[in-house]
DNA sequence: ATAATAATTGCAAACGTTTGCAAGACCGCT
DNA sequence: AGCGGTCTTGCAAACGTTTGCAATTATTAT
């Protein structure tokens, strides 16, 4: 890299006839300046159109203006969301993004939270469907500022959250499902290693035992989160000899896939199959029918992350907070009442343990 | 940030027992190494868990190993993709990726820019829709390893870029349409400052005048590449005295809006109305009927930029190369003849400025 | 006026690394 | 044994900034 010789402290410095040093405090804000002196500076930094340095700012110990973020898969449009609201939130605050995938590398996270917390960054974020991991334990004893966003609750009890009430959310839909008269509800998990996975699943089994419904394993078919798997669980829950009338799928992309084996078999949806979704990503308003799915606050979560980041970072040693946001059941068209059912099963007033 | 002193260089240097620029020399892969040596520091990096400070190695004029991405929106799924494969490809090259999003302010650009090449980052790539800016030509005249990635191919000529034959897919399209039969094609154009949009209407323009067909501009709207745009736009070319037989949507998503209205009018597709949208995003296969459309190689987009960035890392002055990927039709099955059309019309065999 | 206090400033050290330079060790030759 | 050369190695300077310390100057209270 070849050209003219950026422009530093000093330079400015030189120009504004004052020391390198009081440059450096009219750039951090320090208090006591003559207001004449910050004055030239601050148009010698504008006629030089100077700017600061951030490595050499974070060697030398001030802060880097730069936060980091671990996310699992950049691919599905919930990352997606979630990465964009924090951008902004974190532009807003005047900090910088760096982004790191793990490509569902589970053992790459550490790898990166450490190249990341020397220095690098001034705060962490990490948006991973996982459980708590050792290097939690570390950032929190060195006191390193750092967030969790996750859309479980189940967490350790020293790290800052952010998560939903998504546990809620399956069960919401299940209620719905249920109170339409549905008693045959099969189920397409997520990701069995995603803690998010195993919540759904508890939530769909609580459901079905808060409202007297028997449990059939054939009902609950493992899935990945993915298209492809979704389209073989679909297939395998309608070959069933008693098939259900309604699927759950633990994400929305699976009930895409739900949708289409249901077209490819002649079945329409909701007539002959009701199928609820979960996340509410922006496709599933424009599908046809409109998907019933659980919405997630992808946005309010990244800004409450970032703040809760800013907030940890302005003081370290502040309590750990956990920020639990509402999901919203979205009742749309994919959902009806069974078939065959005389009418709408009412659930008891009051089922147990809800 | 409390907690155990960083282990650093120096340490590592005395349990090697060695100089701390020998350890620097092991870490950068210099050549003339004692063997013994060598692995005695390799030893103690492993014992001590060292891992280097990229700010001071780039402070000290080293590589910082990160690379800057400007995008102008992280929201939709065609700069998702592409900044995948990025940060794929930039893992794969153990680089880090600094992320910064303009969200549409085009004069952010020229801020990140400077905050970036002011030794934060190696090297930079840029997907931004807009043409041609004047910190390009500092940049290039810094001899700064920059890459743009556009679809578009119309841009100066120092920049390396990678781009797509996306005028050409957007031809494509049409002359599928018009070979199909149909003569009143509608056009919802993409956001008009985006060159992109003003390639696609060029290329709309062009087919129509290749195979004779009569330019009407009431079929011509104005979109954004957004879907409320699009489904104005759709309504008001549907209620046009006399309708397009097919709607040519700028992207995907105004395709879908497209979709939405048609079934809210009670018209199916691709019976009443033929449909084809450009960009191929994954939902594009799943929506009913599966989508005809342009793929663009968003993947390989991505890894022909870091590709080109790496290889103008390694040689700055190496001549601006320029790679364009191609575009490709993707049929599927929003598209048939015209409802009314005695027969598919056939183009002259060679239709004039192909 | 005078002492005490507060505001303002500059110097120099530090942050963790890379790298030019020079010195020492070692090699194969004659 | 002595010479020129190539390997190895360590020292020290540099990268651009922040910040503790001490010195200087302005302000206030007595």
Redesign the interface.
Known sequence: ????R?VTIKDVAREAGVSYSTVSRVLNGYPHIHPDKRRRVLEAVDRLGY??????R??AGGH?Q?IGLIVHD??N?YT??V??SI??AL?RAEY??????T?GHHHKEAVYV??LT???VDGLMMLIPLGPTPYLQQLH?????YVIICDHQQYDDFSPTVSTTSRQGAYDVMRYLIALGHRRIGFITGRPDFISAAERLEAYKAALAAYGLPLDPALIYTGDYQ?RAAYTATNALLDLPQPPTAIFAANDLSA?AV??VA?SRGLRVPDDLSVAGFDDVP?SA???PALTTVRQPLLAMGEAATRLLMDTIAD?SRPAERIVLPTELIIRESCQPPAHSERPFKPSAQPKGE
């Open positions: 890299m070849i050209g003219p950026p700017s600061v340095n951030l490595q050499a974070s060697l880097s730069v950049l691919g449009p997606a969301q990465v964009q951008d902004e532009a910088e993004l760096v982004l790191h995938t490509h450490d190249i020397r220095g690098m004893e060195r006191r390193f500022p298209y895409f949708y289409d077209r496709q424009y599908m046809h370290p």
